[in-house]
């Protein structure tokens, strides 16, 4: 039996290479050794301001980036969190299972709190524990995420143990699994990259954008002039270059960067073909499912069809140990 796996990423803006190198990726490298289930997490989106005209577009658009990415829908699942309402069942009971006290400390929470001070609301603040029910649902016991989401998935694993203490062994502990970029910072570099943050380069971008984009972007700031030798570990371009570039490429930009040999704007242009050409099969693909809607209409459909069944079997099982009966 493969492990099951479960990850998501929420409709709440553009793709970006944040995304794809910190966990999209993982995802693609897992299809085949794992039973992998993707979820476009329409639920967890609407805990900040959003159009909701703009919604449905939002979750298809998501969903066709995935895909576009290397989500092969012959070989993983694929399907919207609010088409199996057994995500928001699952929430309620294991909110008795909760800390409050370990919710709270939550930087998630309070950054994005920071960012919508006009909407700080209680979806925002228990957040957490929609993901592990999400996560447990499908009894998943492999969770590839970013290192943004650790400190979530830490709050998921606590809330397993206290459910499986007070009701008996139900769900198995899901572990994290990272890749060589569990961070990327957005372009300021003093933020993460993120949807709602606009420090993003966009998974889709044109060709002549990568370049546009990194041009601003922050280096390592020991390089001020040209001469100025850096420390590439320090630079966020350089954790693009290990996302993107060869050991050849990446090489050369450590060697170049240390030694002033190179300036940062070489180094970006090296950058910027490199992601062009490793994206470039992805904007392909994405045209492609553009022009398919009634195909992922389909798979949609299914995605939801497979995981509700999968969803109500689990459901059974926790109403009958916990007495909902
Ligand atoms: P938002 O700003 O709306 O929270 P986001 O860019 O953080 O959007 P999410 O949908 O919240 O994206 O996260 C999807 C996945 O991408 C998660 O596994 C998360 O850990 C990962 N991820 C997000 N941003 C980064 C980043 N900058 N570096 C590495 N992984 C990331
Ligand atoms: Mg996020």
Redesign the pocket.
């Known amino acids: 039996m493969k492990k099951r796996v479960f990850?998501?990423?929420?409709p709440?803006?553009i793709v970006?290479i944040?995304?794809y190198?910190?966990?999209?990726r993982n995802w693609v490298d897992m299809l085949d050794k794992y039973d992998c289930i993707f979820c476009v997490?329409d639920l967890h989106?609407m805990t900040?301001p959003y159009e909701p005209k703009e919604m449905p577009n939002c979750i298809r658009e998501t969903l066709m980036v995935n895909m576009a990415a290397g989500l092969d829908p012959e070989r993983c699942t694929l399907f919207v969190q609010s088409h199996v309402p057994q995500h928001t069942e699952l929430t309620w009971i294991l909110n008795t299972c909760a800390p409050f006290g370990d919710l709270a400390r939550m930087t998630q929470f309070k950054e994005?709190s920071r960012q919508h001070r006009e909407n700080v609301n209680c979806g925002l603040f228990t957040y957490p524990i929609l993901m592990a029910a999400d996560i447990l649902l499908y009894k998943s016991e492999v969770v590839?995420?970013?290192?943004?989401?650790t400190q979530h998935l830490e709050f998921a694993r606590e809330i397993c143990r206290n459910f499986n203490a007070r009701f008996g062994e139900t769900f198995p502990e899901p572990q994290p699994k990272y890749t060589r970029?569990?961070?990327?910072?957005?372009v300021g570099g003093k933020a993460?990259?993120?949807?709602?943050?606009n420090n993003?380069i966009p998974l889709l971008a044109e060709p002549e954008e990568f370049f546009s984009l990194l041009r601003t972007a922050a280096t390592d700031p020991a390089r001020v002039r040209r001469s100025d030798p850096g420390t590439p570990e320090k630079c966020n371009i350089h954790t693009m270059h290990l996302g993107f570039s060869s050991q050849e490429d990446i090489a050369w930009c450590e060697e170049g960067c240390r030694t002033a040999g190179i300036g940062c704007v070489d180094c970006k242009k090296r950058l910027a073909g490199n992601m062009d050409h490793s994206l470039a099969p992805v904007r392909e693909r994405y045209k492609k499912y553009a022009d398919q809607p009634d195909y992922v209409e389909d798979v949609m459909r299914e995605g939801a069809r497979q995981c509700t069944e999968w969803a109500e079997k689990t459901m059974q099982e926790v109403r009958e140990v916990t007495g909902l009966r």
């Open positions: 990850s998501g990423i929420q709440s803006g970006h944040g995304n190198l910190g966990a999209i997490v989106a900040v994005k590839p995420v970013g290192e943004d989401q970029v569990r961070r990327l910072m957005g993460k990259m993120s949807k709602s943050l993003y």
